[in-house]
Nanobody, 135 residues
Framework: EVQLQASGGGLVQAGGSLRLSCAAS????????IGWFRQAPGKEREGVSS????????YYTDSVKGRFTISSDNAKNTVYLQMDSLKPEDTAVYYC????????????????????????????WGQGTQVTVSS
């Protein structure tokens, strides 16, 4: 059974940092991409960052480039999202998700949608963790 366990959310002031963790089990971790998505009240779920564990390639949505860093510890089957310089607009419930992904393949898309808005192409999801950034 595929399981994804997200943790690490919390309340932080603007400019602060948080590190989210996504612990995975029940599948061949190295053959999958892990993505972080977020959903704010009244907004569509959006992709924040993803990593292809096959080749280590990372992807970020434009609004977090230079502030967030995704990494993977394949020995622990865990993916991390280091979030620095947090802004109030980063406030959302953050989810991790998994999708089978071969070497060299980018995250799945549903054209014309980019991967960041193709969240429904990811079959496996963990529960969310709340991130709140106060101004």
């Amino acid at each position: 059974e595929v399981q994804l366990q997200a943790s690490g959310g919390g309340l932080v002031q603007a400019g602060g940092s948080l590190r989210l963790s996504c612990a995975a089990s029940g599948f061949s971790f190295d053959d999958y991409a892990i993505g972080w998505f977020r959903q704010a009240p009244g907004k569509e779920r959006e992709g924040v960052s993803s990593i292809n564990n096959n080749d280590g390639t990372t992807y970020y949505t434009d609004s977090v480039k230079g502030r967030f860093t995704i990494s993977s510890d394949n020995a622990k089957n865990t993916v991390y999202l280091q979030m620095d310089s947090l802004k109030p607009e980063d406030t959302a419930v953050y989810y991790c998700a998994a999708v089978y992904r071969e070497y060299g393949r980018a995250p799945p898309t549903a054209p014309p949608r980019p991967w960041t808005t193709s969240w429904y192409r990811w079959p496996y999801w963990g529960q969310g963790t709340q991130v709140t950034v106060s101004s």
